[in-house]
């Protein structure tokens, strides 16, 4: 259900802005934003002590304990807007728990996304410090930077470390290259399982890094899925990564082994010209959306017939790897589109 919508008059909205005669008078450090959200939120602690205790300020009290107003508390923010100073209504109990600006609470929500999106680019403790403090004009020390990102790598360890599900009908095995901070910034291979769940919901089952690909390492990965509770994965499609095949076939011996479809096709193309590219693409896509293997078969004989003088290389590519691309035949269609459709793989990577 969506929240209501609070429509300011435009009364009030021209007596607020009645002296404005430029950008800093608005969101300038002492502008009328800063201020608006101090009286806003002083407003809204007041009215959250109200309904904790049953009545409003000056009023007789109505609650069984006899708890009371107790003054005030003072407290600074940082947030987008800078630091700004706010006062907290007590109770005499101290059983006031904000709804707003919980206890202990100084950075305002989203400060942390800030500091996590900029440690994702590489940025150093020391450049975030330096960055907030020109952007918002606060100062945040490099404990708490710290104490955010820690925050977040536990919970990524545990992300990683979670129950999955005993059955994928389908996991795409995929690889991405991200920048990595290990004293410098270097780029790094990342590789992800994606799984189809029995629901057709799909789901980032972990993620990898490896500066060697092999067997070893493919083994330690599927072993992993199955220590945490996969019993079995019907389809694997995979991009050709050395050594898979043995791994999985290792731990899961009754998985079938596909190349990956939407691989094959994005290497195919690498050769050809853009110009030409979606001619190429619409053949391609004949071979893996015919009704049978023995009819694919035949449209890449057709495709080798009429690409071979300029773009020999991609039918080599498709006949040498052609035992491990046609497995998928044996499905229904609807599973096959499942398999060689880009979405699975493609939004991922671009959340990623």
Excluded at 87 to 111: A, M, Y
Excluded at 131 to 160: C, F
Excluded at 202 to 207: M, Q, R, S
Aim: glycine share 6%; net charge neutral; proline share 5%.
């Amino acid at each position: 259900m969506s929240s209501k919508k609070h429509d300011v008059p435009e009364a009030l909205l021209t007596s607020l802005l009645a002296n404005y005669q430029k950008p800093e008078d608005l969101i300038g450090e002492n502008g009328l934003l800063k201020q608006l959200t101090k009286l806003l939120v002083e407003k809204a602690l007041d009215a959250e002590m109200s309904n904790h205790l049953g009545h409003d300020k000056n009023q007789p009290v109505v609650n069984t304990s006899g708890n009371t107003r107790n003054g005030k508390s003072k407290k600074t923010l940082k947030g987008e807007f800078g630091e700004l100073p706010i006062e907290i209504p007590r109770d005499r109990h101290g059983s006031f728990e904000p709804q707003l600006i919980p206890k202990h609470q100084t950075r305002w929500t989203g400060f942390d996304d800030k500091i996590l999106s900029l440690y994702a680019r590489g940025m150093t403790v020391r450049e975030i410090q330096a960055h907030l403090e020109e952007m918002y004009g606060t100062e945040v020390s490099p404990t708490l930077i710290s104490s955010v990102t820690d925050a977040v790598n536990d919970e990524v360890k545990a992300w990683q470390a979670r129950p999955l599900d005993p059955i994928y009908p389908i996991v795409y095995l995929d690889c991405i290259h991200v920048k990595v901070r290990e004293g410098a910034v270097r780029v790094k291979a990342v590789y992800l399982a994606i799984g189809v769940a029995m629901t057709g919901e799909k789901e980032v089952l972990g993620l990898w890094l490896a500066n060697n690909e092999g067997a070893k390492f493919w083994l330690q990965v599927v072993t992993e899925l199955r220590n945490r509770g996969v019993q079995d994965i019907l389809i694997a499609c995979v991009d050709g990564l050395k050594g898979f095949p043995e791994a999985i076939e290792a731990v899961f011996p009754k998985t079938t082994v596909q190349l990956c479809i939407v691989h094959m096709v994005r290497h195919s193309l690498n050769y050809v010209s853009w110009k030409k590219r979606p001619e190429v693409a619409a053949d391609l896509k004949r071979i893996y959306t015919a009704a049978t293997a023995d009819e694919a078969e035949q449209r890449l004989g057709e495709f080798e017939a009429k690409w071979d003088d300029e773009y020999l290389p991609i039918g080599q590519s498709w006949r040498r790897n052609w035992q491990r691309i046609i497995p998928f035949f044996d499905y229904p269609p609807e599973i096959r589109k499942v398999i060689y459709t880009t979405n699975a793989i493609e939004s991922v990577n671009m959340s990623l």
